[in-house]
DNA sequence: CCAACTATTCAGTGTTGCCAAGTACCGGTA
DNA sequence: TACCGGTACTTGGCAACACTGAATAGTTGG
């Protein structure tokens, strides 16, 4: 999508993958290839990674190492209690957004 | 609102401040005391002229320089068609990205 | 004259996502 | 056996953005 989508991601992404974990547990690759299902098309594969150790090192989610019968182990990350208040806190934050924005799009019409 | 809020702000808030532009005309102090009364109590001064430069750097808006009775001069800022273009744009990014997030929600329960 | 309000600028910082390359493990095929 | 493609994760360097804090400057009122 972008450039525009690239910053707009910023923050947001974070948020889309913790939401993802909230549903169930999953390791990076699976998180990559569902979201390029989705129309995230050019989320790149690092982003992830990285997304998910920095949630990690914030004490977001759990992982657990997990051997997969076709490649390298997989990290499993589960979310835990201070990841479900923080993705209660990005909902609100989100909700915000999309209020004051929704204004602004009515008033530009 | 915190972290969470400026990281959400990236590349939106350029957004809201041309969409704000696409209504009327308006300068640097007045957009920020306009956000300032909608809610975004701690957006930074220093953000929006910063945004302005930017937005003017990418040749979305155009500037004219006017006297104010009660200060320095006033550089008023006014969406052109490069920007309306963009903001068109901008707004289907953000819809792509609402959409998305609003299905992630549902799903969250 | 100085304090308060109006109005803009600027240098430095941290966070974030992107890019590109690399590592490693596995199955199938020539 | 040697190689390729798919699976799975890591890492270093980069650019963009918003924040912080301080500086500059014009105007009005006490």
Excluded: C
């Excluded at 990674?49 to 190492?65: F, S, T």
């Amino acid at each position: 999508m972008g450039k525009l989508a690239t910053e707009m991601l910023k923050g947001t992404l974070e948020g889309i993958v913790l939401a993802i974990l909230s549903t169930r547990p999953a390791y990076g690759y699976e998180i990559t290839a569902w979201l390029r299902d989705r129309g995230f098309a050019d989320i790149a594969e690092g982003t992830i990674y990285a997304l998910l150790i920095r949630v990690e090192r914030h004490g977001l989610v759990d992982v657990e190492k997990v051997p997969s019968e076709k490649g390298p182990p997989r990290k499993v990350y589960r979310l835990n209690a201070d990841g479900r208040e923080y993705l209660d806190e990005f909902w609100r934050t989100w909700g915000f957004l999309t209020d004051r924005l929704e204004q602004l799009r009515e008033g530009g019409r």
